[in-house]
Each structure stands twice: as structure tokens, then as C-alpha cells.
């Protein structure tokens, strides 16, 4: 789910007091915060987040693309919402960003991806809803280089995965966008939750390459969902007539 920015500086205060404990013996990464600095290997966690607000928001003076994590973006003032997600390295993963309650579109319509401080990364503004269109399936990609993050890439497919479906409409041709009027939230009967299918390219600390996008990448037509077929009736029985 996403949460108001203004809680967003208690999770990370509290963050740092959970990352004085101890990790799991697969994780060795103790950073919990995603505006803090880390190095990773394969299979350990890593916390990042996703902003949610207005393309304009996270442009410092109109004109530098600033990472959320920087205090010269208003982001708490705008009514901005976070989520934030700790994947194991190297593995595909599917991250939901449950909209039951929360219509993006009501502040700003766009998301960053985001982590880092002093490392800062960020993505640019994906596209996420307005009052006409939703787009519902992203592919997000963590590129390290030895155990540093420096990019965050939003995948497109062209249109690929909705090509041929009248239901389906394909906004600037890279982004299949239901209408939004079709959305639960807004009355309509398809759960509009957002789904990202999130993998990982570089290498990590120990400069193994990260090969979870590579793994995917000839499959970018098809989602998740048809990728694991035995989480399709459980995640997507309410977009079966879209299929």
C-alpha cells in the first residue's frame, strides 16, 4: 500500500533502529532505510522506495530531477505517497501497490523509484493514472555495479503484452492503460492494484553479475503473471476477461 510522505520520516527513523538487529543469515545487508547507502550481494535484502505525486514534483526549481530522499523536493507539502519494498537481490520478484484506497491520479498521477543518498538513484516519472487511463503492469530494473545501485529503469514493451485486446488501450505506444472508469475504486469491477514485475542487471559486491533481467528479458511481452502460472488465478482472476 502506499502511505502519506509525512509517516514516511518515521519509517525511516525507525528503520535505523531495525537495522541494529540482526539480518537473516542469507541477508547480510543491515540497511533498512531506502534513503540510506548500502553495498549488496546475491540474496540479500534491499529496501527501496516508490514516490507517488505529480511529475512536477520531484523537479527542484522546475528543472532538476532530484531523487525523493532529497529534502529540497516539497514532497511532503504536495500530499506525495510512498511505498516501499525490501526484494531479495537477483531474484524476480511481482510488488503490488494496493489501490483499493488510493486513486494515484488524486496526487499527481506519476511515480519514482527510488534509493540512495549520498549514492542517490532514481527513475524518471513513469506514467501511472489520470482520470481517463490506468496502467495497471510495470517492469521495474535494479542495475548495480559491484554492490552499488545507480540506476532504476522503467521498462516498456511497446504494447506488446496488450496487443490485439479491444480492452486495452495503448497510451503513447509504449504502455497498455485500461480505462480508469473500469477501476474498483472508481466503481467499476476490475481491481486496478499496481503490479510490478521488478529484476535486477550489474553485478553485486563481489562482482557477480545479476542476471534476473537477462532471465526475462526475451519474455517482456508477458507479464508475471503468465510467467508463474500458479499465481495467475490467485492475482489476476478479476482481469480474466482481459486475457
Known amino acids: 500500500m502506499a502511505i502519506p510522505w509525512a509517516w514516511f520520516a518515521i519509517l525511516v527513523a525507525f528503520s535505523g533502529i531495525l537495522s541494529t538487529g540482526e539480518s537473516s543469515s542469507s541477508d547480510t545487508n543491515t540497511v533498512f532505510s531506502p534513503c540510506s547507502d548500502t553495498l549488496v550481494q546475491r540474496s540479500d535484502g534491499f529496501t527501496f522506495g516508490i514516490a507517488f505525486s505529480a511529475r512536477t514534483s520531484f523537479l527542484f526549481n522546475n528543472s532538476v530531477e532530484l531523487s525523493p530522499c532529497d529534502h529540497r523536493l516539497s514532497l511532503s507539502s504536495s500530499g506525495s505517497q510512498i511505498s516501499v519494498f525490501r526484494p531479495r537481490v537477483d531474484e524476480i520478484s511481482l510488488l503490488t501497490v494496493n489501490t483499493s484506497s488510493f486513486q494515484p491520479d488524486s496526487v499527481g498521477g506519476y511515480m519514482v523509484a527510488f534509493a540512495g543518498r549520498r549514492y542517490a538513484a532514481r527513475s524518471v516519472p513513469a506514467f501511472v493514472a489520470n482520470g481517463t487511463y490506468t496502467v495497471t503492469s510495470f517492469t521495474l530494473v535494479l542495475d548495480f555495479r559491484k554492490g552499488r545501485l545507480q540506476n532504476l529503469f522503467f521498462k516498456r514493451d511497446g504494447c506488446a503484452s496488450c496487443s490485439g485486446s479491444s480492452n486495452f488501450v495503448c497510451l503513447n505506444n509504449q504502455d497498455c492503460a485500461i480505462r480508469s472508469s473500469n477501476c474498483r475504486n472508481r466503481g467499476g469491477s476490475v481491481d486496478c492494484s499496481i503490479g510490478i514485475q521488478l529484476t535486477f542487471s550489474g553485478t553485486d559486491r563481489h562482482e557477480r553479475v545479476l542476471n534476473s ?31
Do not use: K
Request: aromatic fraction near 26%; glycine fraction near 4%.
Open 213 to 243: 533481467w537477462y532471465e526475462v528479458q526475451n519474455l517482456r511481452q508477458y507479464s508475471l503473471f503468465g510467467l508463474y502460472a500458479n499465481l495467475r488465478d490467485a492475482l489476476t482472476s478479476q482481469y480474466n476477461r482481459f486475457f
